[in-house]
């Protein structure tokens, strides 16, 4: 069992920064692949950014994201972080931390139907 616990979401203008904690904590041998999701109007979950625990690999779901977003761990405080910088309305959601066992491939890191293990999400809000 792994449990994962979101925190740093908030009410922000545009153009502002927040950076979100994944606080990982279990069987953290199963936290292979560490991704962030993004649930916005509608009611699937999309990929935002992805990180392999074994060796900081990182994905994002395009360069948009690549060029504001930036995924990272901290081994020490079993920790992943996202880095969102130049917040837009259109990342307004509810962002979640999901993981699986295996490393994150580039072709699978954002399919949310192979995420094992979720956390219960922090909200984020941007104002125009």
């Known amino acids: 069992q792994v449990t994962l616990v979101e925190s740093g979401g908030g009410s922000v203008p545009a153009g502002g920064s927040l950076r979100l904690s994944c606080e990982v904590s279990?069987?953290?041998?199963?936290?292979?692949?560490m991704a962030w999701f993004r649930r916005g109007s509608g009611e699937k979950r999309e990929g935002v950014a992805g990180?392999?625990?074994?060796?900081?690999?990182?994905?994002y779901s395009d360069s948009s994201a690549e060029d504001r977003f930036t995924i990272s761990q901290d081994n020490a405080k079993n920790t992943i972080y996202l880095q969102i910088d130049g917040l837009k309305p259109g990342d307004t959601g509810m962002y979640y931390c999901?993981?699986?066992?295996?490393?994150?491939?580039?072709?699978?890191?954002?399919?949310?139907?192979?995420?094992?293990?979720w956390g219960q999400g922090t909200q984020v809000t941007v104002s125009s």
């Open positions: 279990g069987n953290t041998d199963r936290a292979g692949c």
């Open positions: 999901g993981t699986r066992p295996r490393r994150c491939k580039a072709t699978t890191w954002f399919w949310d139907e192979m995420i094992h293990y």
């Open positions: 990180l392999s625990t074994d060796d900081g690999s990182t994905y």
